[in-house]
Structure formats: structure tokens, C-alpha cells
């Protein structure tokens, strides 16, 4: 299979157990003999954030590891540790939504288009922070965590007017007189619901280029922590950088 490394298990004295995104299985855990030894051949090979082909062995309990090419290092990466950041969160956000074994094509070609935006040196710091909140968003949606963002959550009619009331309860837009005093709902500017149209039209990175106020990305950035936390219970922190979770 081909796929990205995204996180290690350490089991035992030298096993690892590894979590893969992969084109051809969807998510996959793999383990990996003896790989933690000062002379197992394949120890650089299966290094986190890799892109590698993988080739194993069917077994009872994980398939077991018994070769692997890498196919890029992802060497800028490495090297910052904001980009650092960056892949460790998406690996812990992929692991969260998505389900192993189910391979999707789409799912693949975002994971792939995130891990090489990471690695390309034309993304400044914020460009790469606002890609990630945009990736993020789209993984909800391929996930099938799509929040209800065309009709009111409770009483189920249209909103036309105004900012936009996001209830965090009922997991989608709510009218304000709806919301009964609720304090777990976020308001937001009705254009983060173009940014999210246009999300599920095309690919993060072309929004990415679109010009867009500071006030819709920084609602679209709340939006985002606010939906993480209502469907896994855990946030991003609180910074203009996204952190690992």
C-alpha cells in the first residue's frame, strides 16, 4: 500500500505498532518487528510523516511489516517546527474522524495535498495556519460530521438576515429566539457560510488564495474549534496558530 506514516505505538522492547493514512485501505495499523533495534534496516524508513510504499504480511492480530520504500521525506517539513505542529495535528484529527479500513479517494488526495502544502516553502506561517483550519473543516465534512448550516437546528426554518447563531448543542445554525438563553451557542458572520460553500466545491488550497476579511477567517477559525469540540470533545487551543490537540 501507499501511504502517510502518522503516528507510532511503541510496544514492547523494539515493536511498533504504526498508524498509516493509506491510498488503497483507508486507515491502517501496522506492525513493525523489532524496528525500534540500532540495526533494523528499516527503522528511517518508517519515520513519522514519511510518504512510503509499505509492503506486509497478513497476521491474527495487525498485518505485519515486512519491507518499505519511502517515496518522499517531506524534508522542510522536518525542519520547522510550526509545520511539525501542523502534521501532528492533522494526524491526530484524521485518527478521531475517520474510521480504519474504509479506503476513500477523496479523503487521500486531502491528506496528500495537506502533507505537501507543509512541505512547500511558498506558504508563509499564516497562510499554513489558515490552510489547516481549512483542511480541518474539510475532513468534518468527508467524515459525514457535516453541521447544519442551511436551516435552523430546532425549529427547522430558514435564517436570511444578520450574523449567524451556531448552537453547539444541537450542532448547526439555531435563530436567535431559539436559542433560549442557551450559552453554548457562537455567533458568527453570515459569509463564513460561503467560505464553507466554497469548501465543498473545490479544495482548500484554492480558497487559501481567495481574498477574504480578517473577520470572516477568524469567525470561520472559531466555527471550526466550536464543531471539534462538539463532536470529539476536544479543541484546538486557543492561539492564532494551530496547536496539536
Known sequence: VHGIILRKIFKKEADTI????????????????????AEA?????????????????????????VDAKVEDRYGLLRQDLERLRLANTAGHIISNIFESG????????EVLRYFNALNDGSFSSEELSQLAYLTCYRFLSLGGFDPELVRCTVCLKPIFLGR????????????????????????VARDVLYLVHDMKKGEPVLVLNQRLKEDV????KKLTQFFFQYYFGFRFRSSERVSSI
Open 102 to 109: 474504509f479506503p476513500d479517494a477523496r479523503i487521500w488526495q
Open 217 to 220: 477567517w477568524l469567525d470561520f
Open 164 to 187: 449567524l447563531n451556531i448552537s453547539l448543542i444541537n450542532g448547526g445554525l439555531v435563530h436567535t429566539a431559539c436559542t433560549a438563553g442557551s450559552d453554548l451557542s457562537l455567533d
Open 18 to 37: 504504526l498508524e498509516v493514512y493509506t491510498k488503497e485501505a483507508g486507515l491502517v495499523y501496522f506492525q513493525a518487528k523489532g524496528v525500534r533495534k
Open 41 to 65: 534496516k528499516l527503522k528511517f524508513r518508517l519515520d513519522t510523516f514519511n510518504l512510503a510504499t509499505i509492503y506486509y504480511a497478513p497476521s491474527r492480530y495487525l498485518p505485519i511489516i
